[in-house]
């Protein structure tokens, strides 16, 4: 019975300290899984920053480029502007050209003149006609 006993005692004591030495293996477990968890929380924020970082960099060099061809725009809009304006000036001179309005009035002046030939040839001949 003392032999039961103490082999009972030593049972309890032995699975007492494989119980406590399987909690401070669980506890270190433990503590390894947390270590590594906040490891990778440590990466996953860096990563995070990396590629908020990236993305932003992006942005800013995306909203420069719009800006550049707003810019571009801008100034391809006044030059065609100032070309169309250049075309409506030019046809107007075109219409209201001192040089066309000379030659039409020395044009009209040379038709009125030989009209007037026409009249000076033509009147002697239809004043022959009369008289016969």
């Keep these: 019975f003392f032999f039961f006993k103490f082999g009972l005692m030593e049972a309890v004591v032995s699975t007492q300290s494989t119980g406590e030495e399987l909690a401070k293996k669980l506890s270190e477990g433990q503590q390894m ?26 942005s800013i060099a995306r909203q420069e480029q719009l800006k550049e061809l707003s810019r571009e725009l801008e100034h391809t809009t006044q030059e065609n502007r100032l070309l169309h304006k250049r075309i409506q000036d030019m046809s107007f001179k075109i ?38």
């Design 33 to 58: 899984s947390k270590k590594e968890i906040d490891e990778r929380d440590i990466k996953l924020r860096l990563l995070k920053e990396q590629i908020t970082s990236a993305l932003d960099e992006k």
């Design 95 to 132: 219409q209201h050209c001192d040089s066309c309005v000379k030659l039409k009035t020395q044009l009209k002046t040379i038709q009125d003149g030989k009209r007037m030939v026409d009249i000076n040839i033509l009147k002697p001949i239809k004043e022959k006609g009369k008289m016969k």
